[in-house]
């Protein structure tokens, strides 16, 4: 069989086999991620309406730890005051908190003082299920024992949903016996609710567990779904650290009720694999084609069901992911079946194509230089011994690249090697800096930099000649490179006789130090100078400056401060360390 009809086939059989591939992948795989995303949505925006209703909980709670841990509260329950409630119990201060329920109780929970109001309406309310006779129930004492100091949360009134918070009264100093509780409370109102809305941007509503009938009304929801505060995470911890993800969510979807549309015309195909409803902490179902509605519940301060959340989604993304799905099939059809026209009719042309992909490559290594590039037709035919052939040019070019840029690494090292000291010279020191400026500024580390300079060398050169001096530039260059020990620390000629080494993420106690051991190592070389002032050896005076660089410095600013700190060597008396 001839190149031409058995290419023919091949592409034919493929081109079939890629169609069906396809369609499967986009059908089993694409489509249910669309689906998790959008469960995901409605689940991410579930977190945020409980997340709002904690935030407005822990906020009455903050109000009632700063009440109930200070003095004059401490001293109203024990002893009471007209002073006190006028200053801190009027109305404006239930207006001002937005608190609809102030209670002060004793250790054995008779009321001290109390008042509810609807801040609202301006008018006194009665709120019937928190107390037995004039005690309040003893499920709202805080403190039985230690480490049980307050509790917060929801509880079903008679006036609708509050939010309470408990707390014994303690002095200022959080220290000591408890006195009595505070009761703060905030009803879950509809204005309360319509604020949430507006800050959190969901739509959310909220349904009371209060009353039988309404429970009778979602029990087949309530079977199916557990209160989120048990299982989910503890109220301070925000969404983000249950993680946020599609993948994540996915983990909440248990195989357990295929979804079931609500209409009979219902245009998406709603029982594909993995767009399920979940039991626990969630529930999540379809309107109609259009919608999903999602609901949480939540669990009130004595463990009974209190709210049901509920919220309603749009179906966006699931129909654009069919959309998707549709366009992809169809243009890859259509683009198929083209391709296989003009194939069978230009065979001739499936010999001219890879000719002409090699030329490409050609071209393309001739332009970038890139000899990694590589043929990849493999056949046993002409136009595949020619790719090989065109693969081995290649690998024989490259190998040869490779020689010739480590020699070229060789020679650039050679170049950044002061030859007369041994220690690297100043254009490889200023690449180093350069380099660890920026990794300080992205890991906020400090950089420290000593500048040293040997005292009175010019008057040793012109005593003892210019071969001595270079010596003597040895000597100390290599004292100084026996002075760092870690590996990143870096030791440079930066000038005649100067010297600069640098100490990344070194503070500048650090810096001191191994300016002083240089100092001294140098010192300790006793190299005979009669000329100098400060000794009758060789000294060095060394300048150390430390900062922690921002985005935006340059490493010169540093460079600039050692210099500055040499410079007040030198003028103190030189053969010593100085910080700018």
């Given at each position: 069989?001839?190149?031409?009809?058995?290419?023919s086939?091949?592409?034919?059989?493929?081109?079939?086999?890629?169609?069906?591939?396809?369609?499967?992948?986009?059908?089993?795989?694409?489509?249910?991620?669309?689906?998790a995303?959008?469960?995901?949505?409605?689940?991410?925006n579930?977190?945020?309406?409980?997340?709002?209703?904690?935030?407005?909980?822990?906020?009455?709670?903050?109000?009632?730890?700063?009440?109930a841990?200070?003095d004059?509260?401490?001293?109203?329950?024990?002893?009471g005051?007209?002073?006190?409630e006028?200053?801190?119990?009027?109305?404006?201060?239930?207006?001002?908190?937005?608190?609809?329920?102030?209670?002060?109780c004793?250790?054995e929970?008779?009321l001290?003082?109390?008042?509810?109001?609807?801040?609202?309406?301006?008018?006194?309310?009665?709120?019937?299920?928190?107390?037995?006779?004039?005690?309040?129930?003893?499920?709202?004492?805080?403190?039985?024992?230690?480490?049980?100091?307050?509790?917060?949360?929801?509880l079903?009134?008679?006036?609708?949903?509050?939010?309470?918070?408990?707390?014994?009264?303690?002095?200022?100093?959080?220290?000591?016996?408890?006195?009595?509780?505070?009761i703060?409370?905030?009803?879950?109102?509809s204005?309360?609710?319509?604020?949430?809305?507006?800050?959190?941007?969901?739509?959310?509503?909220?349904?009371?567990?209060?009353?039988?009938?309404?429970?009778?009304?979602?029990?087949?929801?309530?079977s199916k779904?557990?209160p989120?505060?048990?299982?989910?995470?503890?109220?301070?911890?925000?969404?983000?650290?249950?993680g946020g993800?599609?993948?994540?969510?996915?983990?909440?979807?248990?195989n357990?009720?295929?979804?079931?549309?609500?209409t009979?015309?219902?245009?998406?195909?709603?029982?594909?694999?993995?767009?399920?409803?979940?039991?626990?902490?969630?529930?999540?179902?379809p309107?109609?084609?259009?919608?999903?509605?999602?609901?949480?519940?939540?669990?009130?301060?004595?463990?009974?069901?209190?709210?049901?959340?509920?919220?309603?989604?749009?179906r966006?993304?699931?129909?654009?992911?069919?959309k998707?799905?549709?366009?992809?099939?169809?243009?890859i059809?259509?683009?198929?079946?083209?391709?296989?026209i003009?194939?069978l009719l230009f065979?001739n042309?499936?010999?001219?194509?890879?000719?002409?992909?090699l030329?490409?490559?050609?071209?393309?290594?001739?332009?970038?230089?890139?000899?990694?590039?590589?043929?990849?037709?493999?056949?046993?035919?002409?136009?595949?011994?020619?790719?090989?052939?065109?693969?081995?040019?290649?690998?024989r070019?490259?190998?040869?690249?490779?020689?010739?840029?480590?020699?070229?690494?060789?020679?650039?090292?050679?170049?950044?090697?002061?030859?007369l000291?041994?220690?690297?010279?100043?254009?490889y020191?200023?690449?180093?800096i350069?380099n660890?400026?920026?990794?300080?500024?992205?890991d906020?580390?400090?950089?420290?930099?000593?500048?040293?300079?040997?005292?009175?060398?010019k008057?040793?050169?012109?005593?003892?000649?210019?071969?001595?001096?270079?010596?003597?530039?040895?000597?100390?260059?290599?004292?100084?490179?026996?002075?760092?020990?870690?590996?990143?620390?870096?030791?440079?000629r930066?000038?005649?006789?100067?010297?600069?080494?640098?100490?990344?993420?070194v503070?500048i106690?650090?810096?001191?130090?191994?300016?002083?051991?240089?100092?001294?190592?140098?010192?300790?070389?006793?190299?005979?100078?009669?000329?100098?002032?400060?000794?009758?050896?060789v000294?060095?005076s060394?300048?150390?400056a430390t900062?922690?660089?921002?985005?935006?410095?340059?490493?010169?600013f540093?460079?600039?401060?050692?210099?500055?700190?040499l410079?007040?060597?030198?003028?103190?008396?030189?053969?010593?360390?100085?910080?700018?």
């Amino acid at each position: 069989m001839s190149l031409k009809y058995r290419i023919s086939i091949i592409f034919s059989l493929l081109t079939i086999l890629f169609l069906v591939v396809d369609y499967s992948i986009q059908r089993l795989v694409i489509l249910p991620t669309y689906l998790a995303l959008e469960k995901a949505a409605v689940i991410q925006n579930l977190d945020r309406a409980i997340e709002a209703i904690h935030r407005e909980i822990e906020h009455v709670n903050i109000i009632c730890y700063d009440w109930a841990s200070w003095d004059d509260t401490y001293r109203f329950v024990l002893e009471g005051s007209e002073a006190y409630e006028k200053s801190n119990l009027s109305f404006s201060t239930f207006k001002t908190n937005g608190l609809n329920l102030i209670y002060f109780c004793d250790l054995e929970g008779n009321l001290v003082w109390h008042a509810t109001y609807d801040v609202t309406n301006d008018w006194e309310i009665r709120i019937t299920n928190i107390l037995e006779s004039a005690k309040v129930k003893a499920h709202l004492l805080t403190f039985p024992k230690e480490g049980n100091r307050y509790k917060k949360g929801l509880l079903n009134t008679n006036h609708g949903i509050m939010m309470l918070a408990s707390r014994p009264i303690l002095p200022s100093s959080d220290k000591g016996s408890p006195r009595g509780t505070l009761i703060l409370g905030k009803l879950l109102d509809s204005a309360l609710i319509e604020k949430l809305t507006s800050q959190t941007r969901v739509p959310f509503h909220i349904i009371s567990l209060h009353d039988d009938n309404v429970r009778q009304q979602y029990r087949s929801i309530l079977s199916k779904i557990t209160p989120h505060n048990r299982h989910f995470r503890p109220p301070d911890t925000t969404p983000h650290e249950r993680g946020g993800t599609a993948a994540t969510r996915e983990l909440f979807y248990t195989n357990t009720h295929k979804v079931t549309p609500a209409t009979g015309n219902e245009p998406l195909d709603m029982s594909l694999p993995g767009d399920t409803i979940q039991t626990d902490p969630y529930y999540i179902q379809p309107i109609d084609g259009n919608a999903l509605k999602g609901y949480a519940l939540m669990e009130d301060i004595e463990d009974d069901l209190s709210l049901l959340i509920s919220l309603k989604y749009p179906r966006a993304i699931s129909k654009q992911g069919i959309k998707t799905i549709h366009f992809a099939i169809f243009y890859i059809l259509i683009v198929g079946t083209v391709v296989l026209i003009l194939f069978l009719l230009f065979t001739n042309a499936m010999i001219l194509i890879p000719l002409s992909r090699l030329a490409q490559l050609l071209k393309k290594v001739e332009e970038t230089g890139d000899f990694s590039i590589r043929s990849p037709v493999n056949r046993k035919d002409e136009i595949g011994q020619l790719s090989e052939s065109f693969n081995r040019m290649m690998r024989r070019t490259e190998m040869q690249n490779e020689k010739i840029e480590t020699s070229m690494k060789r020679l650039e090292a050679l170049a950044t090697i002061d030859p007369l000291t041994g220690l690297y010279n100043r254009r490889y020191f200023e690449n180093t800096i350069q380099n660890e400026w920026k990794r300080a500024i992205r890991d906020k580390t400090p950089v420290s930099v000593i500048l040293c300079d040997i005292d009175y060398f010019k008057q040793y050169n012109d005593t003892y000649g210019h071969q001595r001096g270079d010596n003597c530039l040895k000597a100390v260059a290599d004292a100084i490179h026996h002075s760092i020990d870690r590996p990143p620390d870096l030791a440079a000629r930066y000038g005649g006789e100067e010297f600069i080494v640098l100490l990344p993420n070194v503070e500048i106690d650090g810096a001191l130090h191994v300016a002083e051991k240089m100092r001294w190592q140098v010192q300790q070389l006793t190299i005979p100078h009669t000329k100098s002032k400060v000794a009758e050896h060789v000294t060095m005076s060394l300048g150390v400056a430390t900062v922690y660089p921002v985005l935006g410095s340059s490493y010169e600013f540093l460079i600039d401060l050692a210099d500055k700190a040499l410079y007040r060597s030198k003028d103190q008396g030189r053969n010593r360390v100085v910080v700018f």
